[in-house]
């Protein structure tokens, strides 16, 4: 390695603040997008790299000027394609890259020659994230990687010094910490920030979940010994404190989109810039302290923004940035745009039982003469003291609270619900009848009648030959006539005679929508029985020539009647019926009620004419198809969304399943899926929130319980990690989960001590410490199982 010019000098003490660099927002075009951006230590030049650019340019007072290309050769390797650049802060000519194919790479700008590739480290596997050079020692590099390792190079070696594994997924950021020289964060894919002390790569030094998700960067504070921003895909950037025994979250801004990149702002303590990953294409900038809305907007790029960076350590009115729309800009703070200039200073808020808090600007309040005052109004006047170091313009607001009775806004019903509810493990009509007497007897009728709506309509048929006595028998017998009008309607011409019924079907002629007709099964009840015959027809009233119709057709010339085949089904031959017993007939004829014509025409008995109208099938189906309802259903799921009660959705749709599920969206079954979960967990009802993500009919909910679930094992004896290949580790050889009371391997149920890490078999500890509340290892410490 060539020899570098140490550079002592910065810019002078005089020139330190707002005159130190003069300029103007100004930008200019690259020759393709930037994955990412950095400054030297004067805040001369910028360097941008991407995996088709990698070159520097000059900043002057007007305009950018290119200095220097470096991607040179005719066919530049993927040594040149950059997924981060950083330049040091301490030797002007070095600069390291973290390429694409997993090299990282250092480059001298004082050669001469036209190539200014010094050291190559191919160690990695996969993609390296990120570069970071220490802040005070020259030649210390550290890197991080796609493969889940951290490595630490000595440039005046040829291969690195330490490796870091963090047991974990990929690295996304690392950062030295400016103020503890041995102190690097890494922040993971699996929502983890890990602290490493670089002189013990065996283990980290403090671990903990950050974000729900990726962590995408992380900054420490510049003037803040201990503080630490971190930004992931969750859209939120959190600001710990890592001077405490646990990592203490103290600020935490909630952003619109995913956060790529987090940098502390140079000279004030509590701002910081952000850009996003996607979606989002302007820079905030954020005062911590009010984290709901930016301090300022740099709005010019027309894609998404790649790297940040402030152009002097000690200067805050300049900005760099690169993004993928191919430009490199300088903006300068005071042409920011300041949103909470356009925002109204009103708040809006729900409390969990049905309150409701507004706040306005009191000139606002009072101004509004025809204001009615509401019944639980309470108006709360307040003036925020103001702090010499905000910079926020200040108004006095009044907070108006809108209670709600105690009875109204009770969520009691919510959580009693959502543990008597059963969403699985019976047959659905079950499922259905359970659900409807919950509700019923938290008295919401409503909801008790639309499940029992439900069961109905997606119950399937417990037995289709018994369409009458099942699923009518609660129905209105509809007597549009009787056994004298049957009679009288059957001239004598028209009696049937039993020789011309053989071989032919009777055809009976209905008008379209009379519902039903008995199914033959049931006659046998009916025939030779003293009891009278029933009939059912639809609400319309017929005719009796409409109800049927006896056709005089010589049965030698028709020996077969044959429906169409797109017809009503075939029914079966009318069989001959057994004359009816003398008494019935004596009866009917000796009847004072019984004129002359009905006298002649009782050899159509009721029992016959039983047989000739319910011998027919019925003309169709009783039993709609399920999907016949499924828009019902749907708009019913919609409306109970809208109406707040995502319960009673997410529900419904997880009983019905696969009826219901592809006729309403992923993205709104996703909706409903988050909204309850997050209130099941509100009411800490964790078993039941876990019920509806292992159920759920949506990808992206069930993943939820597969999230940060990775279990870390140690060794026992060696007490390092454990590779989680098998029960014998590594580095010892020995196995690391042997059962205290039996010496064997545990390879099943493992249960040990926190206080003493000792354990084994399950039954073989609880069977252990019915006797002895001694650690069955000998160790002394007095075990409890809980």
Same mark, same amino acid.
């Given at each position: 390695? *060539? ?19 003069? #300029? ?36 002057? *007072? ?16 993927? @040594? ?7 330049? &040091?802060?301490?030797?002007?000519? %070095? ?6 194919? #997993? ?5 001298? %700008? ?12 191919? =160690? ?52 030295? !910490? ?61 600001? /710990? ?49 009010? $984290? ?58 729900? #409390? %969990? ?80 009848? &359970? ?28 037995? $289709? ?116 017993? *003398? ?14 014509? *009905? ?14 109208? !319910? ?6 189906? $009783? ?48 909706? /409903? ?43 026992? @004896? ?8 098998? /029960? ?19 390879? #099943? ?18 069977? /252990? ?11 002394? &410490?007095?075990? =409890?199982?809980?």
């Amino acid at each position: 390695m *060539e020899k570098m010019a140490r550079v002592t000098t910065a810019l002078g003490s005089g020139n330190s603040g707002s005159g130190a660099i003069s #300029g103007r927002t100004m930008f200019c075009h690259l020759d393709a997008p930037a994955n990412a951006i950095s400054v030297c230590r004067d805040a001369s030049q910028v360097v941008v790299a991407g995996r088709n650019i990698f070159k520097i340019y000059g900043l002057e *007072e007007e305009q950018f000027v290119e200095k220097l290309n470096l991607r040179v050769g005719r066919k530049p390797s993927l @040594n040149f394609s950059c997924a981060d650049v950083m330049w &040091h802060q301490m030797e002007e000519n %070095l600069l390291a890259t973290a390429a694409t194919n #997993g090299a990282v790479v250092t480059w001298n %700008l004082g050669k001469p020659s036209r190539n200014k590739q010094d050291q190559l480290f191919t =160690e990695h596997k996969r993609t390296v994230n990120k570069v970071c050079f220490h802040p005070s020692e020259v030649y210390m590099l550290l890197s991080g990687s796609q493969d889940g390792y951290m490595k630490c190079f000595d440039l005046r070696k040829k291969e690195s010094v330490s490796t870091f594994s963090g047991q974990s997924e990929s690295v996304r950021d690392v950062q030295f !910490s400016i103020k503890e020289y041995f102190t690097f964060a890494a922040s993971f894919e699996n929502g983890n920030v890990q602290l490493w002390d670089i002189r013990r790569p065996d283990r980290y030094e403090r671990m903990f979940t950050a974000h729900n998700g990726p962590v995408f960067c992380c900054d420490w504070h510049p003037d803040d010994r201990g503080w630490l921003a971190t930004g992931g895909r969750d859209k939120m950037v959190k600001v /710990w404190d890592m001077n405490t025994n646990r990592a203490k979250e103290i600020h935490c801004v909630q952003t619109i989109a995913s956060v790529a990149r987090v940098k502390w702002r140079p000279e004030k303590r509590w701002h910081l810039a952000t850009c996003s990953m996607m979606v989002d294409h302007n820079i905030y900038v954020w005062d911590v302290r009010r $984290p709901f809305i930016p301090f300022a907007t740099f709005e010019e790029h027309k894609d998404v923004t790649t790297g940040i960076v402030w152009r002097h350590q000690h200067d805050p009115y300049f900005l760099l940035s690169g993004s993928k729309d191919s430009t490199l800009y300088q903006h300068m703070f005071k042409d920011a745009s300041r949103p909470v200039d356009k925002a109204n200073p009103e708040g809006l808020c729900f #409390g %969990l039982l049905g309150d409701l808090a507004f706040a306005a600007k009191e000139s606002l309040i009072n101004s509004d003469v025809n204001r009615k005052p509401y019944p639980g109004d309470r108006r709360i006047f307040f003036f925020k003291k103001p702090e010499q170091t905000e910079q926020f313009a200040h108004v006095s607001s009044v907070l108006s609270v809108f209670e709600t009775s105690l009875e109204s806004g009770r969520m009691d019903w919510f959580a009693k619900t959502a543990r008597l509810y059963l969403l699985s493990g019976k047959p659905f009509a079950e499922l259905c009848d &359970h659900n409807a007497k919950v509700a019923k007897e938290l008295n919401r009728p409503q909801v008790s009648t639309t499940w029992t709506m439900v069961r109905i309509m997606f119950s399937d048929p417990a037995n $289709p030959n018994h369409n009458l006595s099942n699923k009518l028998g609660t129905l209105p017998l509809i007597n549009s006539f009787s056994m004298k009008e049957m009679g009288a309607g059957l001239c004598p011409d028209s009696r049937l005679d039993r020789s011309k019924s053989e071989g032919r079907t009777d055809a009976i002629h209905l008008e379209p929508g009379n519902s039903h007709i008995s199914n033959n099964d049931e006659n046998e009840e009916t025939e030779g029985s003293d009891g009278q015959a029933e009939y059912m027809f639809g609400d319309a009233e017929l005719d009796d020539d409409d109800l049927y119709s006896v056709e005089h057709d010589n049965p030698a010339e028709e020996h077969e009647y044959t429906l169409p085949q797109e017809a009503f089904p075939l029914r079966h031959e009318i069989l001959d019926n057994p004359s009816a017993p *003398e008494h019935l007939q004596q009866d009917k004829a000796d009847s004072p009620h019984v004129s002359g014509n *009905e006298a002649e025409a009782t050899c159509l008995t009721p029992i016959e004419s039983c047989s000739l109208i !319910s011998t027919s099938q019925p003309l169709y189906t $009783p039993h709609l198809p399920a999907s016949f309802f499924c828009p019902v259903v749907r708009e019913m799921l919609c409306y109970y969304a809208e109406q707040g009660d995502v319960q009673m959705a997410v529900s419904v749709l997880i009983v019905l399943g696969e009826r219901i599920r592809k006729e309403i969206d992923d993205l709104t079954q996703e909706h /409903w899926y988050t909204s309850y979960i997050d209130l099941l967990q509100r009411f800490q009802l964790w078993n039941v929130s876990n019920e509806v993500i292992k159920l759920s009919t949506c990808s992206a909910i069930t993943g939820l319980n597969q999230t940060s679930t990775t279990l870390h094992i140690n060794c026992s @004896n060696c007490k390092r990690p454990m590779s989680n290949k098998g /029960w014998i580790c590594d580095r010892c050889h020995q196995c690391a989960s042997v059962c205290a009371v039996c010496h064997h391997v545990v390879k #099943g149920l493992f249960v040990w001590c926190q206080g003493c890490s000792h354990g084994g078999h399950l039954e073989h500890m609880m069977n /252990w410490l019915k006797s002895s509340p001694h650690c069955p290892a000998g160790c002394g &410490h007095l075990c =409890e199982y809980t």
